[in-house]
């Protein structure tokens, strides 16, 4: 069975720490990850992509990726109670032929003042 | 750029009836459509995968015959949730890929079967 895992959280950080979202996936083959937020009751927005090992950074968003340890993370600095959502990681998984975006169950992150 | 229209936001229909959602890519061909379930406190689950002129892929234990999916053009895919019952009531969100970008998502459909 090929997955991505997430903690289902919920995460608690207070107002201007870095919160750390964790993500691993099964398919060794994967090559395209992908972070997105979702608040209730909305469809998920896209943050950040990340294809190769290594960090790439984008205003206060940091995705890691390390295809080694077959493992996605995502930091927040500075966190804002805007922050405060679900984050699914997505990883394209290897399916006849194609690939097919698969999500994790997504992890709560709440951000207090 | 890379906007998913998604209709309607929200129905409501009566126990048996059918209900169609539409989602239309806006500015780009969207040769493949994901359409996907999501219960309360759950994750996306991928229903199926519709391609532009063929038939849809369904994952293992979704109902082809309930959930009827179209994708006629490269704008426009549509899911027909068929004889629908409560529990069939959930968030249903398409999404599109786009090169070099990811997948964009519709802003997703509330369905309550009454």
């Known amino acids: 069975q090929k997955e991505v895992e997430q903690n289902s959280g919920p995460l608690s950080v207070p107002e201007g720490a870095i919160a750390s979202l964790n993500c691993t996936y099964s398919?060794?083959?994967?090559?395209?990850f992908f972070w997105y937020r979702q608040y209730s009751g909305k469809s998920p927005e896209l943050i950040m992509s990340?294809?190769?090992?290594g960090d790439k950074e984008d205003g206060r968003f940091t995705a890691q990726l390390n295809k080694a340890s077959q493992y996605v993370s995502l930091l927040i600095r500075d966190s804002q109670p805007s922050d405060s959502a679900t984050y699914l990681c997505?990883?394209?998984?290897?399916?006849?032929?194609?690939?097919?975006?698969?999500f994790g169950r997504g992890t709560s992150l709440i951000v207090h003042p | 750029g890379a906007v998913v229209s998604q209709h309607p936001s929200r129905v409501i229909c009566k126990s048996g009836t059918s209900v169609k959602i539409e989602c239309r890519s806006l500015?780009?061909?969207?040769?493949?459509m994901f359409w996907y379930r999501q219960f309360p406190k759950q994750s996306l689950m991928l229903m199926a995968t519709?391609?532009?002129?063929?038939?849809?892929?369904?994952e293992q234990g979704v109902e082809k015959d309930k959930f009827l999916i179209n994708h006629a053009s490269l704008t426009l895919s549509t899911l027909t949730v068929t004889s629908a019952h409560p529990e069939d009531s959930s968030f249903y969100i398409c999404?599109?890929?786009?090169?070099?970008?990811?997948?964009?998502f519709g802003s997703g459909t509330r369905l309550t079967v009454v």
């Open positions: 999404s599109a890929s786009v090169a070099n970008y990811g997948y964009t």
């Open positions: 990340i294809y190769s090992n």
């Open positions: 500015d780009f061909q969207a040769t493949t």
């Open positions: 398919d060794r083959g994967s090559q395209s």
């Open positions: 519709s391609n532009e002129g063929s038939k849809a892929t369904y």
């Open positions: 997505a990883v394209n998984l290897a399916s006849g032929g194609s690939y097919i975006p698969t």
